[in-house]
């Protein structure tokens, strides 16, 4: 499975982006996804997680009631709307696909998009 995320950008506190992961292969529908970010100098941390089916989704309590991702499998894709972003929020956003969306380690996730850069102004 080969990822490609986009939607990435610079908007201010407040508002909202959509971001979007791309995927090649007949074989997506089995995967779980996963959204994670990375801050400079830290590590990557998860964001949220949607099954292959779509029907449960998890999220980092930093972005619960903010965030929501879904999947379109038809389109190969998965999203990941941003809603009442906050400077925090600034960091590099990767999605991931693997075989549990329950585990939160990026060590779970076998294969990875290449970033998109949301900044967030205040």
């Known amino acids: 499975v080969q990822l490609q995320a986009s939607g990435g950008g610079l908007v201010q506190a407040g508002g909202s982006l959509r971001l979007s992961c791309a995927a090649s292969?007949?074989?997506?529908?089995?995967?779980?996804m996963g959204w994670f970010r990375q801050h400079p100098g830290k590590e990557r941390e998860f964001v949220a997680s949607i099954t292959w089916s779509g029907g449960s989704t998890y999220y980092a309590d930093s972005v619960k009631g903010r965030f929501t991702i879904s999947r379109d499998n038809a389109k190969n894709t998965v999203y990941l709307q941003m809603n009442s972003l906050k400077s925090e929020d600034t960091a590099v956003y990767y999605c991931?696909?693997?075989?549990?969306?329950?585990?939160?380690?990026?060590?779970?996730?076998?294969?990875w998009g290449q970033g998109t850069q949301v900044t967030v102004s205040s």
């Open positions: 292969g007949r074989t997506f529908s089995s995967y779980a």
């Open positions: 991931a696909a693997g075989a549990s969306a329950a585990v939160g380690a990026p060590s779970a996730y076998d294969y």
